[in-house]
């Protein structure tokens, strides 16, 4: 996948692509907003991140040039403004995705995917890795082609934790993806280490390998190589 | 006091203290020029009676008979003083005493014999004088005092208007606005005009200031959060032992805090600033329903059970947004300070909104709760801005909220439609008793 990050703040831009080339990504970077339309002008990419506060220009208005040169590229806005308003005209503008900074990078990853899914594998919802199938439509994931008996909360965290695969997640970032805003007053971690336990047992139940293990004092991994 | 009857008094005070003295002045004056007049008058009459009688024409008493004169011989010789007035009052004809009789002697030596010449004439006496002054006075004060009274008030429209302008701008005043206070010619008001134009103007700035700083802190501290997250995360990956695992744990869980300290304060400005304003209802019971979905995991893991009355097409006047974080917070606190196996009751009729769950009993009043960094438990994980913006929201939206802890439950209220503020405040104090207790 080839992936440009439009983002003022370098040591941003850096991580992310840091992070996206380790999955094999090609990922490139514009600082600024005149940087960002002369490489979509040159270049093709799969999916563009944009900042909306840019130093020489909105995002928005960038928004607007892909969407008026008919630039194939999916979109996923990342912005440190909560603001309501950013967030209904960037997808109102065409956007794909919106993501508050400050973001966890695996579950910037774990949206690429999905808006990568939709828009680029002809709207595939299959995700599976060995015995493991995901179906991102119906909710439902089989191993061994056995039907598992998993809640949505679970199926969503099989999803995160397959995407995001050999990698390690931090528990914060599993609670923001499984419940987003809903997670600031309640202690999290417990919730997200249940929900991991039930899913072990699930996966081993249907004689699925245990790939999931613990990262000691920070989270959690999906070994694809099974421990 | 009105400040036109403040004038009207001081006003009418002054007359009043004035007034005996004019009188008195007018009074003297008058008597003494009717008096000088006549006395005038007299000598002269006196003087001719001496002319004629130095002509030789006889004087006796018939020929005087009708006149206002008197001429006599004098035995004894000329007095040093050749005019002399004699004024009489208390006449036996005046029972009214409304008349004095003024006589002017004057004294003349005619071919060698003295004479006295005296003519006399009935003036006004000092008490009619004063009798027609007082009655001036009295009628002069009172037509003062009733035209005072009736045109100040037409008079003071016209010369307070400017003052009425700025007193009604100055109500409808509002720090998101500008206003423009009108001219006048009057000094004093221009001073003031001018005055809370350069307070306004000023109050309007720093409610600019503040809320482009609260915007921009957001910014300004997010980008620097999101690297510290993002590069903790790649640090996590690399080859790292158990020890730098923990550091870099607590080093997320801290990050992870300050994010959430960081949105809660900017939210809250935000409510400040009234940057929700909304004219449009919307369905309240929808929203309470998709958030207590969004916990429903949760809820079942710790064993809560949910009793839930949510009355249909319950309409109210928030942003959804708000709506939303107001039911996020409030089931928040519910499931993290209830107890393994506890209880939830939800509550939602076209007034009010009940949250009730169980819970370890609160350690101070609950209605501290409410304040910033408040926490029933300080040491723990939670940020402490929950209910302040539970609080804010309410505030902003006109809505009443109180919290109760009562048969060992928490029962956090929200009044859609609250009482007068005196009746919530009663209410409010009832709501302490027992947790003071």
Redesign the interface.
Known sequence: MKVLAVEDSREIAVSIRDFLSREGYICELAYGFEEAREKLALFTYDCILLDIMLPDGNGLELLKFIKKEQIQSSVLILSAKDALDDKISGLEGGADDYITKPFHLPELHARLRAIYRRNRLAGSNMVSFNEITLNTDTLEATVNDIVLDITRKEFELLLYLVVNKNRVLSRQSIAAHLWGDYTDNLANFDFVYQHIKNLRKKISAANGADYIATVYGLGYKFHATSA | MKLVDKFSLWFIGVMIFITPITAYICYYNLEKNINKAEITHLKELNVRMADRLSRGEAMNAIALKGTNLEVVKLAAALPQNRVQVQKTDNLEEDSKGMLSLLTVHSYFDIKGQPYRISSYNYIPSAKQIYSVILDTVFWKLLLIILCVAITIRLVSQRILHSLRTTMKTIQGFNVKNRVQFSRSNTREFKELNSFLQKMTDKAVDEYCAIKEFS?NA??EL??P???????V??L??TAIE?EQ?????DM??A??KL??IN??L??LAKLENNEYTVSEQIKFCKIAKE?LA??E??IE?KNISVRTEIDKGILLKIHP?MA?MLM??LL??A??HNVQDGSIELILTQKQLTVKNTGLPPVMPTEELFQRFKKSNQCS???GL?LSIVKQICEVSGFGVSYQYRNQQHILQVDFQPRTREEMKLNRQDNLAPALV
Do not use: C, F, P, W
């Not at chain 2, 959060?225 to 590069?231: F, H, V």
């Open positions: 915007e957001s910014h997010q980008t959060l999101a690297i510290l997250r993002n590069k995360e790649l996590s990956e158990e695992a923990l550091l870099l744990g997320q869980n990050i992870e994010s959430k949105r809660s900017t939210l958030v969004a916990y995991d949760r893991m947004v939303d996020n917070n928040g606190n499931i993290r994980e939670s940020v929950g």
